[in-house]
């Protein structure tokens, strides 16, 4: 199962403090990692580094390196031009934000059957592409499912 992580999920994990959010953001990019069954969308990346810049008050040079490291074990997919077309039909039929609607439409193309995030209304699914909250109990076992914990970490 192809997973991915959206900004959210990005900025949550590096937050310093080892709240509940931020320590299940790492948790699951983790399992991600490890298991090699996540795929970074450029967008996320794009708004993760903003975000983390603007707001978080990251370093460009932290940013930088989180990133590099991120890359460096999970590939990571642009959007093509097609998905743009696919994107403004979501938003017209589906009530989908544009920069949402274009995570699905990237998301969908590459073959990602699940987006982590808790942007979305849990457990919406749009043409085989399933958003999920990680952070709502009631899905840890669809997330074990999706990111099985590896035995010894």
Do not use: C
């Given at each position: 199962?192809t ?75 642009g ?69 099985p ?5």
């Amino acid at each position: 199962m192809t997973v991915s992580f959206d900004t959210n999920i990005l900025v949550y994990a590096t937050e310093p403090k080892a709240e509940r959010k931020s320590s299940r953001a790492r948790e699951v990019i983790a399992r991600g990692m490890r298991n090699g069954s996540s795929i970074l969308l450029l967008q996320t990346l794009t708004e993760f580094s903003s975000v983390a810049i603007r707001k978080t008050g990251i370093s460009v040079d932290q940013v930088l390196a989180m990133v590099r490291i991120w890359q460096s074990v999970m590939a990571v997919e642009g959007a093509q031009a097609n998905d743009l077309f696919d994107a403004l039909n979501a938003v017209k039929n589906s009530k989908l934000s544009f920069w949402d609607a274009m995570i699905w439409a990237t998301a969908r193309r590459v073959g990602l059957r699940h987006v982590l995030t808790e942007d979305f209304q849990d457990r919406f699914e749009l043409d085989g592409v399933l958003f999920v909250n990680p952070f709502e109990r009631s899905n840890d076992r669809l997330i074990d499912e999706i990111l099985p914990a590896v035995q010894g970490a």
